[in-house]
C-alpha cells in the first residue's frame, strides 16, 4: 500500500513536470523530453532522499537549456540544469529552418505586445530588451527590434536598404553595448545567431548580451 501511494504520487509530480514543461514549450518553442524511468524506478526505495535524488535525476534529462529561474507571472518554475557545452552527454541547442512566411508572428512579436511576460530589462520606440528566460551566464539577454526582421541577412530585403534600415540596425548595437556597459563591467559578448546553421530558433532578429562570467572561445561549434 506504501508502496503504491509513493508510486502514485510520483507519477503526479511527473505529469505536474511536464505540463509545467509544456507550457514552458509553448513559450520558448524547444522540444522537452521528459524522462519517466527515474520516477517509476523510486518505488523500490521510499525514503525522502532518495525520492529527491531521482527526481534531480530526471530533472537532469528533461533539456540541456534549461536554466535559472523560469517566470510566468506570479509562478515560476526552478529549473535545474545547465548547459554546458563540454558536459558529458550534453546536448547542445540546434536552429531550426526558416519559415515558409518570414513575416509570421513569433513569440517576440507576442511579447513585444505585452501578451506574453517579459522581465524588462530597457524599452524605447525602437527596441525592446529583456532577460533571457534560458540563460547561459548569470547575465543574458535579449535586444530584439519593434519593427519585425526575421534575420540579419535578410534586414535590406525585408526593410529596404535605406538609411532608416541601418539606422535600426545601429541603434539595436548601441543599446546592447549600453546594457552591457551597464550589467557586465568586465566585458560581455554579443552574439546574433542567422539561420539554421547558425543555430536561429527564432526567426524576429535578437541580439544576445551574455556576460557577468568568464566566457570561454571558441564560443560553440
Known amino acids: 500500500p ?5 508510486t502514485a504520487a510520483l507519477s ?8 509545467a514543461l509544456t507550457y514552458l514549450h509553448l513559450l520558448v518553442g524547444c522540444s522537452i523530453p521528459v524522462r519517466a ?4 524506478s523510486c518505488a523500490s526505495n521510499i525514503s525522502a532522499r532518495a525520492t529527491s535524488s531521482l527526481l534531480a535525476t530526471s530533472l537532469q534529462g528533461l533539456h540541456p537549456n534549461l536554466v535559472g529561474r523560469a517566470a510566468f507571472g506570479r509562478h515560476s518554475i526552478r529549473r535545474v540544469v545547465h548547459l554546458r557545452g563540454g558536459a558529458a552527454g550534453a546536448k547542445m541547442e540546434t536552429g531550426v529552418a526558416p519559415p515558409s512566411d518570414p513575416s509570421g508572428d513569433t513569440i517576440f512579436g507576442k511579447i ?7 522581465d524588462k530589462v530597457y524599452e524605447d ?9 534560458s ?13 519585425k526582421i526575421s534575420q540579419l541577412s535578410l534586414a535590406s530585403k525585408e526593410l529596404g536598404d535605406s538609411p532608416a534600415t541601418k539606422e535600426l540596425l545601429g541603434h539595436l548595437m ?10 557586465c563591467p568586465d566585458g560581455c559578448r554579443y552574439v546574433i545567431n542567422d539561420g539554421k546553421e547558425g543555430c536561429q530558433s527564432v526567426y524576429h532578429l535578437h541580439v544576445h548580451v551574455i556576460g557577468s562570467k568568464q566566457l ?3 564560443p560553440g561549434v
Open 37 to 40: 524511468a527515474a520516477f517509476s
Open 125 to 133: 520606440e525602437q527596441c525592446l530588451a529583456f532577460r533571457d528566460i
Open 216 to 218: 570561454g572561445w571558441p
Open 174 to 183: 548601441l543599446v546592447a553595448a549600453q546594457l552591457g556597459r551597464e550589467h
Open 112 to 118: 513585444i505586445r505585452g501578451e506574453i511576460p517579459c
Open 135 to 147: 540563460p547561459v551566464a548569470p547575465t543574458h539577454m535579449l535586444v530584439i527590434p519593434k519593427t
Open 2 to 6: 506504501l508502496h503504491r501511494r509513493c
Open 12 to 19: 503526479r509530480v511527473h505529469d505536474m513536470i511536464r505540463g
